[in-house]
């Protein structure tokens, strides 16, 4: 977990000639680099740089992603992949369910890694590292290093996630409430401007389904889980239809409001 943080803030750290090689804010590129995600969306820009990359099932090769970095990134992904696999038999038991069922639909198989970097920030309290949201995944498995900044909303109050770069944070995302039918809601967060004097780094593990089987899977409430008592509280939705659902919007509504019944 150390090296990965070192590496990500090895990549950051580096000279903007180098970093823009890998600059775009093409959509469909598996692997970008670019700063305010929110840019054209936002009333102010999250202020953040944001290094991503597709890491599952289609495993990158080394020599494409940058030097500094890559050979972490495919270690850490292959890491956080089993612990993923772990934490989803752990989910479907929870809902009563075989240990194998969320692996069954997929739900470990696609990995969108964010390495993020939110530089110290002139004006902190006139922006965030990143806007109110919830995440468009089945879950998330978030490393931050040792400077504070995300907020979880509880209870109508935000509340500071103590940072610490020895523990993992497992946010359930959006898909995860869908496919759980509200078992499980997703956590809104938020992360405050760097007011602090270092860059904060932090890594984003998405477990999603856009980049496994494109527009063939059928997402919905897990009919074991449906009764008359609990009937669906959600459309089915295919991977194509819910593409949007890795990018944030900005008015913080949640992906899944276009799909409740
Ligand atoms: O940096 C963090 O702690 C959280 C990042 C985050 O929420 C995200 O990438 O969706
Ligand atoms: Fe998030």
């Known amino acids: 977990m150390?090296?990965?943080?070192?590496?990500?803030?090895?990549?950051?750290?580096?000279?903007?000639?180098?970093?823009?090689?890998?600059y775009t804010r093409d959509k469909t590129k598996k692997l970008k680099y670019h700063s305010n995600a929110d840019l054209y969306e936002s009333p102010a820009a999250s202020w953040r740089d944001t290094l991503s990359c597709v890491m599952a099932p289609d495993v990158p090769k080394a020599q494409d992603l940058p030097e500094v970095c890559g050979e972490i990134m495919l270690e850490y992904s292959k890491e956080v992949m089993k612990l993923a696999e772990l934490m989803f038999e752990i989910l479907s038991e929870a809902l009563g369910l075989s240990p194998n069922h969320l692996k069954e639909m997929d739900c470990a198989k696609g990995l969108w890694m964010l390495c993020h970097c939110f530089p110290p920030c002139p004006e902190p309290n006139r922006t965030f590292g990143g806007a109110q949201h919830t995440d468009r995944s089945f879950l998330t498995i978030l490393l931050n290093d040792n400077n504070g900044g995300l907020q979880v909303l509880y209870d109508g109050y935000w509340?500071?996630?103590?940072p610490n770069p020895e523990a993992l944070i497992f946010n359930v995302g959006d898909f995860l409430q869908l496919i759980s039918n509200d078992k499980f809601v997703s956590m809104e967060h938020r992360i405050l401007a760097n007011g602090g004097e270092e860059p904060r780094i932090s890594v984003a593990c998405f477990f999603v389904h856009t980049f496994t089987s494109p527009s063939s899977r059928v997402y919905g409430p897990i009919k074991e889980l449906l009764s008359e008592l609990n009937p669906p509280k959600y459309r089915d939705t295919t991977s194509e239809s819910s593409n949007?659902?890795?990018?944030?919007?900005p008015n913080g509504n949640s992906s899944l409001d276009h799909l409740r019944i």
Not at 11 to 19: A, N, T
């Open 159 to 162: 509340i500071d996630v103590p």
């Open 244 to 249: 949007h659902y890795v990018a944030r919007k």
């Open 2 to 22: 150390e090296k990965m943080i070192n590496g990500i803030r090895r990549f950051h750290d580096q000279d903007p000639e180098v970093r823009k090689m890998f």
